[in-house]
């Protein structure tokens, strides 16, 4: 009986379950991260057994949280590669143009299948009438968001010259497969990760070991602990029905959110670039406390920061960015967070999200162009100013956070309803004893996310100082800590499905 339990449950831990799937704060991830960091170790000088092995880890990985896609990953790396190789041997005007055309028609195709079939299809549906289109719902590979936007940067830097084509195909599904950044980002640009898969050794000194441990418990902590914990306990219940609740409640939930997503897609982040630094890879940041922000374009340089560079690198500047005039500018501003809140997903709130944002950041541009004397940004801007435009930037990012949030645009009226006519702030006190786990952790994650820089290297430089036996006695706390507020079955990152 033992033995056949125990051959059962090896037999899951290799076999794709759909309600299981692989995360980084599963404790099977752990334990398996474990065993391959372990091993790693051993392959410090073996560069092209390193490679093999860090992509059959990383395949494993992607088929562990979407099945047979990951031979979706395979074909995007080989297509990619392949298309990239023949252009640079392609004289420029002859025929590269069609070459990049056919990468970001490959790319899009399989994004614009397996993400919007569905939502095109329903669009149809309603306008012509039901049973127009048969409806099929399409699986959503995980991740395929994120990989398909990094191999469109890889083709389009060798089309434009800036990046010399590959010319292994390992080296290149390493790059697209690499599992920290896999399903969730950041997406990483080939120019600043392809120098760094061949370092002969890999180096992965004490301040990196140091980084990473502590990337990884922060991570861990708000992700795990904050995110999940008021998702299930309370902004859960806020947005299944917001007519249940006062205004006062449903603005609460709303922060709750804003906080929620922050932690839970920052959190997985700060775990991903933890984890690279262990394996010796460095990912750029992704998050810079964006609820700092004063205004609506210096939120976009801090949240996000892999995709909203890639949207204006790879999009806003190939539509001409502001080179064509300032009305042009604000249309290109306006389509590139359209285009940008699709990416995100395939409903019309999102579309919605992605307008709001458009239209906040080209009147932003207006106002710095018609007062160009007025300094919105950094230090130079005076503190009781910009304080007012930290809770003014705030509560615009909010604002969009509840079409990110609620299921239907019903939903949405109905939050924004309960906040305008039925406010009872007077229930302020009951609310707060009755959710006091929930509103301790909003507090305690919004204090720290304001704490200022210095307040994040003082933090960072301890963590690096530590000795081993601190770092393992932190994680058994963190770990002991996710137990205790943990809910039955584990959360998935918001981001995982994208």
């Excluded at 080179?323 to 990416?343: A, E, F, H, Q």
Aim: hydrophobic content about 50%; overall charge positive; glycine content about 8%.
């Amino acid at each position: 009986m033992e033995i056949g339990l125990s051959l059962e449950n090896l037999g899951s831990m290799f076999a794709y379950d759909a309600s299981q799937p692989l995360i980084f704060n599963s404790g099977l991830f752990l334990f398996l991260f474990a065993a391959f960091l372990f091993f790693y170790g051993f392959l410090r000088r073996a560069t092209m057994a390193r490679i093999v092995y860090v992509i059959l880890f990383s395949l494993y990985f992607y088929y562990k949280s979407s099945g047979l896609y990951f031979l979706l990953l395979i074909f995007a790396a080989t297509s990619d590669f392949c298309i990239a190789r023949v252009m640079s041997r392609t004289p420029k005007g002859c025929g590269r143009g069609w070459l990049m055309f056919l990468s970001v028609a490959v790319n899009l195709g399989m994004l614009g299948y397996f993400k919007y079939t569905n939502f095109f299809v329903g669009i149809a549906n309603d306008l012509v009438g039901d049973g127009f289109l048969e409806f099929k719902n399409i699986f959503l590979p995980v991740g395929i968001s994120f990989f398909v936007f990094q191999s469109m940067s890889y083709t389009i830097d060798v089309y434009r010259g800036t990046l010399k084509p590959l010319t292994n195909w390992l080296d290149y599904l390493f790059y697209l497969s690499f599992f920290p950044q896999l399903v969730a980002g950041p997406i990483v640009r080939a120019r600043d990760f392809i120098p760094q898969i061949r370092q002969n050794p890999i180096r992965v000194t004490r301040t990196m070991f140091g980084m990473g441990v502590f990337l990884i418990l922060c991570g861990l902590f708000k992700k795990a602990v904050i995110s999940d914990y008021i998702s299930a306990n309370f902004v859960d219940r806020i947005f299944d029905d917001p007519t249940l609740y006062s205004g006062f409640e449903c603005l609460m939930g709303v922060y709750g959110y804003a906080l929620q997503i922050y932690c839970d897609f920052s959190g997985y982040s700060d775990m991903a670039i933890g984890i690279a630094l262990l394996l010796g890879f460095r990912f750029p940041r992704n998050f810079d406390a964006p609820y700092k922000s004063a205004t609506i374009t210096e939120f976009w340089r801090r949240w996000h920061i892999s995709l909203s560079s890639w949207l204006r690198d790879y999009l806003y500047i190939s539509l001409g960015g502001n080179r064509k005039g300032k009305i042009r500018t604000y249309v290109n501003l306006l389509l590139t967070m359209l285009l940008g809140g699709l990416w995100h997903g395939a409903a019309l709130r999102f579309v919605l999200w992605g307008g709001l944002h458009g239209v906040a950041l080209a009147l932003h541009k207006m106002w710095m162009s018609a007062f160009p004397k007025a300094k919105m940004l950094g230090s130079e801007m005076k503190w009781g100013w910009r304080i007012v435009g930290v809770v003014f930037t705030f509560h615009v990012v909010c604002f969009g956070w509840l079409f990110f949030r609620a299921d239907t645009m019903q939903k949405v009226g109905d939050v924004l309803r309960q906040i305008a006519t039925n406010f009872n702030p007077q229930i302020a006190p009951q609310l707060v004893s009755g959710y006091a786990g929930v509103f301790l952790l909003m507090g305690i994650g919004y204090l720290l996310h304001l704490v200022p820089r210095r307040g994040d290297r003082f933090a960072e430089r301890t963590a690096v100082a530590m000795p081993l036996a601190a770092h393992v006695l932190l994680a058994a706390a963190m770990v002991w800590l996710v137990m205790q507020v943990k809910s039955a079955d584990i959360q998935p990152f918001i981001y995982f499905q994208f």
